[in-house]
T-cell receptor, first 109, second 110 residues
């Protein structure tokens, strides 16, 4: 059974305080690992897809990395508008996807 | 504008009354999927479709049906809704590793 575990569950940062979110996974036939941002009451917003160990992608203050067992979402010098729930999901060759429970990030000014 | 649309956005219904939630995408994506999101349980995949006339069960398919007769539409059908299907539902479409979600449908079954 595919499993995705995200940690921490919640993270509070001061503006400018960099940190990382973790997503560990076990999956048969990984096709890709997705990161999303979700604001309350809205659908997840796509951030990145990573396909193979060693791959990295960046977008503004966010950088996602992938190993064979986990992925990290690094947030550099976060701002209050980065406050959201960040979701990780794995997508298999069979077409199924499994989400983690998310990390709720709060950035205080 | 590239988008995934869902209708209705909000629905309150009663147990046993058949309903359909529509999902449409204008990006010509082959892959579409339905999820439900519940507090403490996260997003769980209900059904997915890798192309027209091809559908497969996700992790929680019981009580749901889908159809994919054309590429742009992927309706979710609840033949006999029950209170445990009260949830927030999302449709999504995917191409080349980018997955786009609809705005969600909040369903309450009394």
């Amino acid at each position: 059974e595919d499993q995705v575990t995200q940690s921490p569950e919640a993270l509070r940062l001061q503006e400018g305080e960099s940190s990382s979110l973790n997503c560990s996974y076990t999956v048969s036939g990984l096709r890709g690992l997705f990161w999303y941002r979700q604001d309350p009451g809205k659908g997840p917003e796509f951030l990145f897809t990573l396909y193979s160990a060693g791959e990295e992608k960046e977008k503004e203050r966010l950088k996602a990395t992938l190993t064979k067992k986990e992925s990290f979402l690094h947030i550099t010098a976060p701002k209050p508008e980065d406050s959201a729930t960040y979701l990780c999901a794995v997508y298999t060759n069979a077409g199924k996807s499994t989400f983690g429970d998310g990390t709720t990030l709060t950035v205080k000014p | 504008e590239a988008q995934v649309t869902q209708n209705p956005r909000y629905l309150i219904t009663v147990t046993g009354k058949k309903l359909t939630v529509t999902c449409s995408q204008n990006m010509n994506h082959e892959y579409m999927s339905w999820y439900r999101q519940d507090p403490g349980l996260g997003l769980r995949q209900i059904y997915y479709s890798m192309n027209v006339e091809v559908t497969d069960k996700g992790d929680v398919p019981e009580g749901y049906k889908v159809s994919r007769k054309e590429k742009r539409n992927f309706p979710l059908i609840l033949e006999s809704p029950s209170p445990n299907q009260t949830s927030l539902y999302f449709c999504a479409s995917t191409l080349s590793g980018e997955q786009f979600f609809g705005p969600g449908t909040r369903l309450t079954v009394l």
